[in-house]
C-alpha cells in the first residue's frame, strides 16, 4: 500500500483530559457482545443515545465497546446524497443492515474485525471542549495499541473514508476515526478501529457506495482513495479483535482508576427499541 499525502503532519496522540479528571471520574465499562447477524445496527446507537440522557441526568458516565458482525453505517451528509437512498438499499439487499447514524462522521462499514468505542461524558455545565475530548479518545486508541507498536500518530489522512482532524494512523495507513454527537446534558465521543481484515477493501466498498449515493454530484462527499486505510492486523500485527479489545479495556482501567467494569451488556429494552424506531424514522 502507497503512503498517501496529509493536510497537516500526524502527530504523537496527547492526552486530552487533565490527570485529576481522570484520577476521579467513576467510568462504567459496558462490553456488548458481537451483535447477532442480521440485528439492526441502529439498536447500538439508540442504546447510546438513552445512555447520554442517562448520564446528562445523573447516571456515571459509560464506556461502551461493541461490534457487528456486518453493517454499513452512513453519516448524516451521506443520507443528503442524491441517490443515497437507493445506494442504501442495494447494500441492504445483499443482507447488510444499514442505518444513518446521529454522530457526526461520513460512512463507515461495519464487520467482526471492527472495534466501537464511545465515551458517554455529562456536560452539565454546556462547557465543553471537543478537541480535548478528541484527544483524550485519541490517545486511548493509540495507548490500547502499545503492546504490539508505538507508532500511532494524529491528523487528518487524505482520501481516507470518514475523514477528520483527529484520525489516527501507522505509516500514514488510517486506522481510526472519531466522532462526536450532543445532546442538552451529555455528549458521546465515538470510534471505529479497524483490527482485522484489509482496509483497502473497505475503501474500496465506501468507495463503491459513494459512486452510487452521489449520483452525478461532484462534491459533498468524500474522495475515497486507495492506499490509504488498513487494519492493525496489516499495520501492527494485532492477532483479533479480542486482543484489541482486552488491551482497550486495560487502558481505560489503567487511565481512569475508579473505573467499573466487565459489565456485559446485550442490547434491547423497550427503551431502546422505541429510540431506535424514532432514529430511523428521524435520520434514514
Request: glycine share 8%.
Amino acid at each position: 500500500m502507497s503512503v498517501p499525502s496529509h493536510s497537516d503532519q500526524p502527530v504523537q496522540p496527547e492526552k486530552g483530559l487533565q490527570a485529576d479528571q481522570q484520577a476521579t471520574l467513576r467510568l462504567q465499562i459496558w462490553e456488548t457482545p458481537l451483535m447477532r447477524q442480521g440485528s439492526s445496527v441502529l439498536e447500538a446507537f439508540a442504546w447510546e443515545e438513552v445512555m447520554c440522557r442517562r448520564v446528562g441526568a445523573g447516571h456515571l458516565p459509560v464506556a461502551h465497546i461493541w461490534r457487528h458482525p456486518a453493517a454499513f453505517v452512513a453519516g448524516l451528509r451521506d443520507r443528503r446524497l442524491p441517490q443515497a437512498v437507493e445506494a442504501m438499499e442495494q447494500i441492504r439487499s445483499q443482507g447488510t443492515a444499514v442505518c444513518v447514524r446521529p454522530s457526526g462522521g461520513a460512512a463507515v462499514p461495519l464487520n467482526p474485525g471492527v472495534v466501537n468505542v464511545s465515551l458517554i461524558l455529562p456536560n452539565p455545565g454546556h462547557a465543553i471542549n471537543i478537541h480535548d475530548d478528541f484527544r483524550e479518545m485519541a490517545s486511548i486508541i493509540a495507548e490500547s495499541l502499545t503492546p504490539w507498536s508505538n507508532q500511532a500518530q494524529t491528523g487528518e489522512v487524505q482520501g481516507a473514508f470518514c475523514p477528520g482532524d483527529y484520525d489516527v494512523s501507522v505509516g500514514g495507513l488510517k486506522f481510526c476515526g472519531i466522532a462526536q454527537r450532543r445532546q442538552a446534558k451529555a455528549y458521546i465521543i465515538t470510534a471505529f478501529i479497524i483490527v482485522e481484515g484489509q482496509g483497502d477493501q473497505l475503501a474500496a466498498d465506501v468507495r463503491q457506495f459513494y459512486q452510487h449515493a452521489a449520483g452525478r454530484a461532484s462534491e459533498g462527499y468524500p474522495d475515497v482513495q486507495p492506499g490509504t486505510m488498513a487494519s492493525l492486523k496489516e499495520l501492527a500485527g494485532v492477532p483479533s479483535a479480542a486482543a484489541y479489545t482486552a488491551a482497550l479495556v486495560r487502558t481505560l482501567r489503567d487511565r481512569y482508576p475508579q473505573a467499573e467494569t466487565s459489565r456485559v451488556l446485550s442490547v434491547g429494552s423497550e427503551e431502546v427499541r422505541l429510540t431506535a424506531e424514532q432514529m430511523k424514522l428521524r435520520y434514514d
